[in-house]
């Protein structure tokens, strides 16, 4: 607990631990419990499944393309009011259930998040799928004004763009940036599986521990669905975060578990340790294979 007291924490939310009523009452004590052991914790959040049955009443398709949701202005309008306006308030009124801390914003707020448009690729061609935004600015002193005054910020995974459109990002994505930007000591993402396995589905070996070489060098294997969650651990650590973290959301506690045991839980990606200047570099294409590790 003394390694961690006065640091910030950023956890992304979703998956089934946003699903799941019991899940969804563990994951706010947890919070609160975070905060009373003297951890500054953001909380960024999106709300795919929210969003998907709010366009479903209102007769809409939703149309994905590599992996990302095709955003028209009409459909950001409900993205935006279902975020804002209803996920955003769900989860700051669960975690005040337990502690009167939480305080709701968007990334739209005091310009927290900037984002340019963002194109899929399909077949290595740039395809463009509307509001769709990454993430090229972060302003934290609103997010820092709140922690300094003992809140716990949770954050709606929408953008302005320097355009004056409003975007909708990924919140993988934006919880490294914040993380990043935050000097953050962790980042979490919650996710419905136990972690990134090594050559799934032919084995569920588990990895434990890996490097952002050794983590880049795998991206290209991965499930889609994996890809976003990884590639914001990378963003992190490449970032300045010394720790990243994918864990499994359905597991009750689970985050207490990665921050308060030695062992750990889940996947950690960790920065590439500092060249050694007396020793000599890998020939070009030995490579290594990420390996289980203990924490």
């Known amino acids: 607990m003394q390694r961690f007291h006065g ?27 975070l905060r009373y052991a003297g951890i500054r914790v953001v909380v960024v959040h999106g709300g795919g499944p929210q969003i998907n049955a709010h366009l479903d009443r ?76 990454e993430v090229v600015r972060v302003e934290t002193g609103a997010v820092r004004s709140l922690l300094d005054d003992g809140r716990i910020p949770v954050i709606a995974s929408v953008a302005r763009g320097a355009d004056g459109g409003v975007y909708n990002v990924n919140a993988d ?3 490294a940036a914040l993380a990043a930007a935050l000097d953050a000591a962790k980042l ?55 720790q990243a973290h994918v864990l499994d959301g359905r597991v009750p506690h689970s985050m207490l578990l990665e921050v308060f045991t030695d062992e750990g839980v889940g996947t950690m990606v960790v920065p590439d340790p500092d060249p050694d200047p007396d020793v000599h570099p890998a020939p070009l294409g030995s490579g290594h294979t990420p390996r289980e590790g203990a924490r």
């Open 7 to 33: 640091r910030t924490v950023v956890v992304k939310y979703g998956g089934h631990a946003m699903a799941d009523r019991e899940l969804r009452e563990v994951f706010a004590q947890n919070i609160v419990f």
């Open 58 to 133: 209102l007769g809409v398709r939703s149309h994905f393309t590599a992996g990302l949701r095709v955003t028209t202005p009409e459909t950001m309008d409900v993205v935006r009011m279902v975020l804002v306006g209803q996920v955003n308030r769900d989860v700051v009124g669960l975690v005040n259930q337990y502690g009167p801390f939480a305080v709701g914003m968007s990334g739209e707020d005091a310009h927290l998040f900037t984002a340019e448009r963002k194109h899929a690729l399909v077949d290595g061609e740039p395809v463009d799928i509307g509001m769709v935004g």
């Open 173 to 175: 994505t934006a919880a």
């Open 188 to 242: 979490i993402v919650l996710t419905d599986v136990e972690g990134l396995f090594a050559d799934w589905p032919d084995t569920d070996d588990l990895i434990s521990r890996l490097t952002a070489a050794e983590l880049e060098d795998l991206l290209p294997s991965l499930s889609a669905g994996m890809v976003p969650k990884m590639e914001a651990c990378l963003r992190a650590v490449r970032g300045g975060v010394p």
